[in-house]
């Protein structure tokens, strides 16, 4: 059992919680920014993060995990090794969220989401859409981090969403954001802006 508050310490001992002003893959703009990395490079904590995940859906009958890389490909296959069930992932082609290397869903499979950080949901909803176009029922969505202020939503009710850790960052669009005013350098991380 790990608590919300055990969480987000491994989250800043990991110094996975980053300040300064970030371009988000949705487009937007931050002050803070959740280096899933720095936590993920420890194999023992990616292990019990996993477990815990896990653990919130045992009795969900779980028969696949799929989440989106990177991240997802990370969690999926440590939650599938907890649950003891297949793990996939979903990866943008040409910007869109697919299905490769041969992964399927057979219609009716009870599948987890999994995800590392959500900002606006909206990589979580381009899975939700994957697994719904194989009519995979969705079982529970399963988040590290939540840091959209309770405002993201998936589709999915929310007694099926589980998040290790729930937080309310501000994001900024570009023309409204107090950090581009102040010229602030912005960086960007993750994969989206990778071309
Ligand atoms: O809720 P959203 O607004 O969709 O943003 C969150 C997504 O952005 C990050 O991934 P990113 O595309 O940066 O790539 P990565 O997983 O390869 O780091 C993060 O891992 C989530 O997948
Ligand atoms: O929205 C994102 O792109 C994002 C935010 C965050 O805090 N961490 C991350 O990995 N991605
Ligand atoms: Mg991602």
Redesign the pocket.
Known sequence: MMTEQEVKQLLIDTQAILEGH?L???G?H?P?????FNVLQHPKYTERLCQELATRFKDQNVELVIGPMT?GILLAHEVGKALGTRAIFTEREKGVMTLRRGFRIEPGTRVLIVE?????GGSVREVVDVVKASQGEIVGVGLL?N?SGGKADFGIPNDKVQALLNLT?P?YQPEECPLCKDSVPMTE??S?HIK
């Open positions: 970030f988000l893959t949705s937007l931050s803070m920014y959740v280096e899933k991240g590392d950080i959500v900002t606006t981090v840091r960052v994001t991380r993750g989206k």
